[in-house]
């Protein structure tokens, strides 16, 4: 399959929006396909994306046309249900294990001692648990995606074969990709369902918010002051990888302490050596296929805990 010539991954565009900016900076011209199925049934409203952008763009309408799909097919419909009834509970496992094993992490970094080389090791030791348990996870939420697609391949649905015939068709007519944000879990959904990233062939893609983290490698949640109480950054799921060693962060600037040192260190020691990011208004990075360069001063999470302004990686 050919590679993605170039993924631009944004902070959010309701208020402070450079899409523009950033397609006239990388030559990214023609008619724009739109993905704004994470809006889930405001997906059609793109009037403000299309005074912002003054251009021709055609709405790839994901959520619609997934929707029907699963309307049309109840035998698919139903084996989803169960796949994410799986996937539920082997989160809720993740997550108990997750939080005693942060807290093991965060009482560790609280401590001061006078023979410091030994709290630095069990410091590292205890971090490398928690990414060990990240890759269990990983581990075993993929074996359930394996398990639904060995009985029900996407491809060999005649619905969805038939839909993303009609989607190669249109995208033959665009010079580039933009994905909007929303909910990650349906836009996830919708992508790799309708097997979207093969269809994509070298179109340049300008993604924010939710549709940055569905690029990457790894999928992370994260809220350090969510309604509920406090929250522990987890893993999602495997993303489309197309934007590689690079942890996405949008709205960090509202859901992140970035002045807690602790936190900040944690953070960035758990998913090294991808890169963890900051995308917050008027920033974000490109990947033109060799490094990643920051656009608006995008900053970066770093081990020793500080926030710094990236430079290319």
């Known amino acids: 399959m050919s590679q993605v010539t170039s993924v631009t991954l944004l902070g959010p565009q309701r208020h402070k929006p450079i899409i523009k900016d950033v397609l006239e900076d990388y030559g990214i011209e ?43 097919e109840k035998r ?27 807290e093991s ?18 410091r590292s030791d205890a971090l490398r648990a928690v990414s060990d348990l990240d890759h269990h996870y990983l581990t075993q939420i993929r074996g359930i995606h394996q398990a639904f697609l060995d009985l029900w ?58 549709g940055a983290m569905v690029l990457t490698d790894r999928i992370v949640l994260f809220h350090d002051s969510p309604p509920q109480g406090r929250g522990d950054p987890e893993i ?6 197309l934007a590689p060693r690079l942890v996405a962060l949008p709205h960090a600037k509202h859901r992140l302490k970035l002045g807690d040192e602790r936190r900040v260190g944690i ?5 090294a050596p991808a890169t963890c990011v900051a995308l917050d208004e008027g920033n974000g990075v490109h990947w033109d296929g060799y490094e990643w360069r920051p656009i608006g001063g995008a900053r970066a999470l770093v081990a020793d805990g500080q926030v710094v302004e990236m430079v290319n990686q």
């Open 153 to 210: 391949d996407p491809t060999l649905n005649p619905s969805i074969a038939e839909t993303r015939a009609e989607l190669k068709e249109e995208l033959q007519s665009c010079g580039g990709v933009l994905i909007a944000g929303g909910n990650v879990s349906v836009l996830l959904d919708q992508l790799y369902l309708l097997k979207l990233r093969p269809l994509l062939g070298t179109l340049p893609i300008v993604a924010w918010s939710a």
């Open 76 to 102: 698919f419909q139903q084996a989803l249900l169960d796949r994410n009834d799986r996937l539920r509970i082997a989160q809720t496992l993740y997550r108990r294990r997750l939080h005693q094993a942060l």
């Open 105 to 122: 992490v965060r009482s560790l970094y609280g401590l001061t001692l006078p023979r410091m080389e030994l709290l630095l090791a069990e």
């Open 236 to 241: 999602y799921d495997d993303g489309l990888r």
């Open 30 to 72: 023609g008619q724009l396909a739109v993905i704004t199925g994470g809006w889930e049934e405001r997906e059609a409203e793109v009037d403000d994306l299309d005074e912002h952008l003054g251009r021709p763009t055609l709405n790839l309408q994901l959520y619609q046309r997934y929707q029907a799909i699963m309307a049309k």
């Open 267 to 271: 953070l960035a020691g758990r998913f």
